[in-house]
């Protein structure tokens, strides 16, 4: 068996700083989609019919998307907080799933949107 080694003092402090940086990330990435569907409500609008439809849908998604991954950035933060405090960290599965499918539906609204709204000749 090996002898107990003391834990380095200041890798506490950088793990706590690593899961702050991590939740950083996905708060941007979260602000940022929902300034993206804003802008695409703003911008992307046509006067009526299926179209506006489908922006408002897109629109919708994706300024979800970006809350829910605010949220989850925050629920990762501070189980990750916990766990790093009582030394039994776990790498996260589930808010990446999920965040990942919304992801996907959403790319697959933005598809439909562009074929919708530029459909060929």
Request: no cysteine; charged share 15%.
């Amino acid at each position: 068996m090996l002898p107990a080694m003391a834990a380095d003092p200041d890798s506490r402090a950088r793990t706590h700083l690593a899961n702050e940086r991590t939740f950083l990330a996905w708060f941007r990435t979260g602000i940022t989609l929902v300034a993206l569907g804003l802008a695409a409500a703003q911008f992307l609008g046509s006067p009526g019919g299926a179209a506006r439809d489908v922006v408002r849908l897109l629109s919708t998604l994706v300024i979800g998307t970006g809350g829910l991954m605010a949220i989850a950035g925050a629920m990762r933060y501070f189980r990750g907080r916990r766990e790093i405090d009582a030394t039994r960290f776990q790498p996260a599965s589930t808010s990446i799933a999920v965040t990942a499918g919304l992801a996907l539906l959403t790319a697959a609204v933005a598809i439909g949107f562009v074929w919708l709204l530029h459909p060929v000749p």
